[in-house]
């Protein structure tokens, strides 16, 4: 995956941030908080699609991995570049230390049976993002996705 793509300071840059209990079935809470921002945005609906099952996979991930003996919280941190139609999406939350761009890339040509479970959610992300980084800083896991909205 490339650099992420600069957001445009001089432009008009819509940002907002929402913070949710990291549990598996608040996953469509922050969907529709993400539909929700984008609605002044043009976006076709295979883009909101990918955007959902971005969204669906790092939730999901962070609610089932991250606090593996308590339950924490998790925020997703909004920035619209509305000149460029460039949309970040950065996951934040203060679990385990993880870097998901570091798992190897699933065997997709080995039969479905023959594959190990896991990986594919990490991989989804990675083709329906146009940038993608992690870092690991003032004790947050911190996941930015950049996506061209179309």
């Given at each position: 995956?490339?650099?992420?793509?600069?957001i445009?300071?001089?432009?008009?840059?819509?940002?907002?941030t929402?913070?949710?209990?990291?549990?598996?079935?608040?996953?469509?809470?922050?969907?529709?908080?993400?539909?929700?921002?984008?609605?002044?945005a043009?976006?076709?609906?295979?883009?909101?699609?990918?955007?959902?099952?971005?969204?669906?996979?790092?939730?999901?991930?962070?609610?089932?991995?991250?606090?593996?003996?308590?339950?924490?919280?998790?925020?997703?941190?909004?920035?619209?570049?509305?000149?460029?139609?460039?949309?970040?999406?950065?996951?934040?939350?203060?679990?385990?230390p993880?870097?998901?761009?570091?798992?190897?890339?699933?065997?997709?040509?080995?039969?479905a049976?023959?594959?190990?479970?896991?990986?594919?959610?990490?991989?989804?992300?990675?083709?329906?993002?146009?940038?993608?980084?992690?870092?690991?800083?003032?004790?947050?896991?911190?996941?930015?996705?950049?996506?061209?909205?179309?």
């Amino acid at each position: 995956m490339g650099d992420l793509k600069p957001i445009n300071t001089n432009k008009a840059v819509s940002t907002q941030t929402i913070t949710l209990t990291a549990v598996p079935e608040n996953f469509a809470a922050a969907q529709e908080h993400v539909r929700s921002f984008l609605d002044s945005a043009s976006c076709s609906m295979r883009t909101l699609f990918e955007l959902d099952m971005v969204v669906e996979e790092v939730f999901i991930n962070v609610a089932s991995y991250a606090y593996p003996d308590s339950t924490g919280m998790v925020s997703l941190d909004l920035t619209l570049d509305e000149e460029q139609n460039f949309l970040c999406l950065t996951f934040r939350d203060s679990g385990i230390p993880y870097d998901p761009l570091r798992k190897q890339s699933p065997d997709l040509s080995a039969p479905a049976e023959k594959r190990p479970i896991g990986g594919l959610g990490i991989f989804l992300v990675q083709k329906y993002s146009d940038s993608l980084s992690y870092e690991y800083a003032d004790g947050e896991n911190r996941l930015t996705i950049g996506k061209k909205l179309d």
